[in-house]
């Protein structure tokens, strides 16, 4: 599958984004989806995860509260939307399709290993 990751841009802390990640292909909905995110000098890191279904989400703590991960499987498309952004969300986001089961564990699906495929990334600029 292939991801197409967009919706970045630059905005005001305080404001609100949604990205998007487009899957080509016939099988998106046998993939369990998750965002990531890097920041200049750091790691990449876990945001947020969905199931195939969407049935079942979960979200790194500084997200929880603030962001909202989605799937419209008719669409092949994954979203996160962000609200309340602040300084220390600037990154660029990347989405991953993973071929294991949500079901299998945080320690599986907040681990960027365990994703198969990769979007090029969008990068979000938040301004104080």
């Known amino acids: 599958v292939q991801l197409q990751a967009s919706g970045g841009g630059l905005v005001q802390a305080g404001d609100s984004l949604r990205l998007s990640c487009a899957a080509s292909?016939?099988?998106?909905?046998?993939?369990?989806m998750g965002w990531f995110r890097q920041a200049p000098g750091k790691e990449r890191e876990f945001v947020a995860a969905?199931?195939?279904?969407?049935?079942?989400?979960d979200y790194t703590g500084s997200a929880k509260g603030r962001f909202a991960i989605s799937r419209d499987n008719t669409k092949n498309t994954v979203y996160l939307q962000m609200s309340n952004l602040e300084p220390e969300d600037t990154a660029v986001y990347y989405c991953?399709?993973?071929?294991?089961?949500?079901?299998?564990?945080?320690?599986?699906?907040?681990?960027?290993?365990?994703?198969?495929?990769w979007g090029q990334g969008t990068l979000v600029t938040v301004s104080s």
């Open positions: 991953a399709a993973s071929v294991k089961p949500f079901s299998s564990g945080s320690a599986y699906y907040t681990n960027p290993t365990e994703y198969t495929y």
């Open positions: 969905i199931s195939r279904s969407g049935g079942s989400t």
């Open positions: 292909g016939r099988s998106f909905v046998t993939y369990d």
